[in-house]
Nanobody, 122 residues
Framework: QVHLVESGGGLVQAGDSLRLSCAAS????????TGWFRQAPGQERELVAA????????LYADSVKGRFTTTRDDAKNTVYLQMNNLEPEDAAVYYC???????????????WGQGTEVTVTY
């Protein structure tokens, strides 16, 4: 069992940056692929970014390419999502997930955090 806890969300203005963190406990992150998803009110949960367990492969939503970067530090059992040049459309609850399949699909991820809210104002 992997327990995930996200942190780093908050209220920012358009153009600002935030870094989200996802800390794992229970088991090491090392064998798991990890993903960041977000869900805005009335919308489906969507993949924002994912990084494979080796760190060698990444996936990004087209809407965040060039602005967001996901990295992992297995020594700290933590995954990060660096978000730059935030836009109001990025406002959502952001979730960290871990699983054994590197995918854009949320259903393949086995473990989920409770989410952290990001609000972006004009």
């Amino acid at each position: 069992q992997v327990h995930l806890v996200e942190s780093g969300g908050g209220l920012v203005q358009a153009g600002d940056s935030l870094r989200l963190s996802c800390a794992a406990s229970g088991r090491t992150f090392r064998p798991y692929d990890t993903g960041w998803f977000r869900q805005a009110p009335g919308q489906e949960r969507e993949l924002v970014a994912a990084v494979s367990w080796t760190g060698g492969s990444t996936l990004y939503a087209d809407s965040v390419k060039g602005r967001f970067t996901t990295t992992r530090d297995d020594a700290k059992n933590t995954v990060y999502l660096q978000m730059n040049n935030l836009e109001p459309e990025d406002a959502a609850v952001y979730y960290c997930a871990a699983g054994r399949i590197f995918s854009r699909g949320s259903r393949v991820y086995d473990y989920w955090g409770q989410g952290t809210e990001v609000t972006v104002t004009y």
